[in-house]
């Protein structure tokens, strides 16, 4: 069969045929009909565009809502051990990267943003953070709890010299002192004190977030509160980073209706 005969039933037909079991008899996830729906919708819009068929039967081809995981946190303890291990190992980098992890669990801040903060991002005077590069675009300002802001204080003397004259340059310097390091960078140093911590193997630098989401929540029991401190724009997506007290909600229940 050319591809100028193709039909649109056919298309439906095959879209269908990816829902069900494989040779093996397992069904495909979500994000892998996924994958292979985009393929399909990037070829046939190529030829539509190319003019090999009448119709742009990427049209036809929906991608399905793929349930995300929820992200593990981190236990407070687990982030404490992260922490000391850092602090007293003799490592020539243990400050930056005592720096850099706390910022993760203290502000719940994306790994890519905060390897992007420049020294200017950070306001020492009224404690707190711009976060001017986002996932959502959007610049947002985050308060810096005090047990953070000491040991910012700290990097930045130590790294830049006196705090309250430094403007310019990336806030976690790379090989060169001009540009950050790298997303990449982060999760190999992360790795790297993970397995020296002996925290668990399952846990990514995504559990700071997550870590920072359910700390909040079950002081403040405010979703909205919370979602506005992760950025979300959807109060749903923030959901997914809170692990719920079951026990606290069964309790609120039976006092409210007792």
């Known amino acids: 069969m050319r591809i100028d005969e193709i039909r649109r039933q056919q298309i439906v037909d095959f879209i269908s045929l990816l829902g069900s079991p494989d040779r093996n008899g397992k069904k495909r996830s979500m994000s892998t009909i996924n994958r292979i729906k985009s393929t399909f919708r990037s070829f046939f819009a190529w030829a539509f565009r190319s003019g090999i068929v009448r119709y742009d039967y990427a049209g036809l081809i929906y991608l399905g809502k793929a349930r995300s995981r929820p992200t593990i946190p981190m236990t407070l303890a687990e982030v404490r051990q992260l922490l000391s291990t850092i602090r007293v190992s003799g490592d020539k980098n243990k400050l930056r990267d005592e720096t850099l992890f706390s910022?993760?669990?203290f502000?719940?801040?994306?790994?890519?943003e905060v390897v992007s903060l420049q020294i200017a991002d950070y306001d020492p005077?009224?404690?707190?953070?711009?976060?001017?590069?986002?996932?959502?675009g959007e610049p947002r300002i985050h308060p810096v709890p005090s047990l953070l802001s000491d040991i910012l204080n700290q990097w930045i003397h130590e790294r830049h010299g006196?705090?309250?004259?430094?403007?310019?340059?990336?806030l976690?310097?790379?090989?060169?002192?001009?540009?950050?390091?790298?997303?990449?960078q982060a999760q190999y140093l992360f790795i790297k004190w993970k397995l020296q911590s002996?925290?668990?193997?399952?846990l990514t630098i995504h559990s700071f977030r997550s870590f920072f989401a359910t700390s909040l929540y079950e002081v403040t029991k405010d979703l909205l509160l919370v979602s506005r401190a992760l950025g979300h724009q959807d109060i749903r997506t923030t959901a997914r980073y809170i692990d719920m007290d079951t026990i606290y909600m069964d309790n609120v229940i039976e006092r409210v209706f007792s």
């Not at 502000?107 to 890519?112: D, I, P």
């Not at 009224?126 to 959502?136: D, F, M, S, V």
């Not at 002996?198 to 399952?202: A, F, V, Y």
Request: glycine content about 10%; overall charge positive.
């Open 198 to 202: 002996g925290i668990r193997k399952i």
């Open 172 to 184: 976690f310097p790379g090989q060169h002192i001009n540009h950050p390091i790298t997303a990449r």
């Open 103 to 105: 910022i993760y669990a």
């Open 107 to 112: 502000t719940g801040l994306r790994r890519s």
């Open 125 to 136: 005077v009224e404690n707190k953070i711009l976060a001017a590069r986002t996932k959502g």
């Open 162 to 170: 006196n705090i309250l004259n430094v403007q310019v340059g990336p």
